[in-house]
């Protein structure tokens, strides 16, 4: 099993450019997210899915957009790239246990996003 | 909303002495805690949890955690710091309360250096 893997690893983008994070898991985990990394911040929630066709919003859900049309694949979209949105992103897949303590999150390796 | 503080955003500790990292939880409800280490331009990794039953948790590395509902606290600790111990680590809460790990709420992370 490769786990959560997250395309790509680096990118630059220019103020207003979109693009699309892509995330894909082979564990057939029901349960998706999308967080964001920064300094002194520690990991906030932006979008979350849990189950294919079902997502929702997390703490800092401005700016991006996701959908989850199969299991495998949540992909998050930068609409409008701003300054404020570079940041280190992490996606995590966790499987449906006996109640969400009786689970956990799997991590990918993180995007670094640097908007210039 | 659940929450978690963690005490000292840089931890130093000589080679072989007590590892002793502090988070503090708020929550109205019984919580799920865990804590998770980042190595170097890595994901996370989940180092232990706990849900219900015992207070003193024992993970990986030989690190262990006690939940101690009077103080709303789950300290991390490891009786001797090894070299390779050297990461950031983070304490989270569950939001989720379904069966799936989808939503966390992180401390803002406490990096530990190791002295030889």
């Known amino acids: 099993n490769a786990g959560v893997t997250q395309t790509p690893k680096f990118q630059v983008l220019k103020t207003g450019q979109s693009m699309t994070l892509q995330c894909a898991q082979d564990?057939?985990?029901?349960?998706m997210s999308w967080y964001r990394q920064d300094p002194g911040m520690g990991l906030r929630l932006i979008h979350y899915s849990v189950g294919a066709g079902i997502t929702d919003q997390g703490e800092v859900p401005n700016g991006y957009n996701v959908s989850r049309s199969t299991t495998e694949d949540f992909p998050l979209r930068l609409l409008s790239a701003a300054p404020s949105q570079t940041s280190v992103y992490f996606c995590a897949s966790s499987y449906a246990g006996t109640g969400a303590g009786n689970t956990e999150a799997f991590f990918g390796q993180g995007t670094r996003l640097t908007v210039v | 909303a659940q929450s978690v503080t963690q005490l000292g955003s840089h931890v130093s500790v000589s080679e072989g002495a007590l590892v002793l990292l502090r988070c503090n939880y708020s929550?109205?409800?019984?919580?799920?805690l865990f804590w998770y280490v980042q190595y170097p331009n890595q994901g996370l990794q989940l180092l232990l949890k706990y849900t219900t039953g015992a207070t003193l948790v024992k993970g990986i590395n030989g690190f262990e955690a006690e939940f101690k509902k009077s103080e709303t606290s789950f300290h991390l600790t490891k009786p001797s710091a090894h070299m390779s111990d050297a990461a950031e680590y983070f304490c989270?809460?569950?939001?989720?309360f379904g069966f799936g790990n989808e939503k966390l709420t992180f401390g803002t992370g406490t990096r530990l250096t190791i002295i030889p």
């Open positions: 989270a809460v569950s939001d989720s």
């Open positions: 564990m057939n985990h029901e349960y």
């Open positions: 929550s109205s409800v019984p919580p799920y």
